[in-house]
């Protein structure tokens, strides 16, 4: 539930969350040095990339760039592909966790694994 005050009157919404069809969905750095490359045409350091993705440390761009980690939220991908000025399919490939619909032996119901 969500409260908000308008002046004199509440107002509550009740939000509800459809079950997707599809998985969990993120992005996926394709090439690294690519991105380097573009941050040094640029001259953008990790910590202004990092801030314009939304995050609060440059330690996550950090491990990006390092090759530690190669996923990220759709968001700060767009975040970061428009602020370099390419395109998002340029640096990244989506990425969707399917949900896989199966019978439980016992009952016979459809259960998601």
Not at 46 to 57: D, Q, T
Request: aromatic share 8%.
């Amino acid at each position: 539930m969500i409260y908000w005050t308008l002046g004199r009157k509440a107002i509550t919404v009740k939000v509800v969350k459809f079950p997707s069809p599809l998985g969990d969905l993120w992005m996926k750095l394709k090439d690294r040095k690519k991105l380097l490359t573009i941050m040094e045409i640029q001259e953008v350091s990790r910590r202004e990339l990092a801030r314009v993705a939304g995050w609060h440390s440059h330690s996550y761009m950090n491990r990006l760039c390092n090759g530690d980690v190669d996923t990220l939220q759709p968001e700060p991908a767009l975040r970061i592909a428009k602020f370099l000025g390419v395109g998002v399919d340029d640096l990244f490939l989506t990425k969707v966790e399917e949900k896989i619909e199966h019978s439980d032996m016992k009952t016979g119901r459809k259960k998601v694994a």
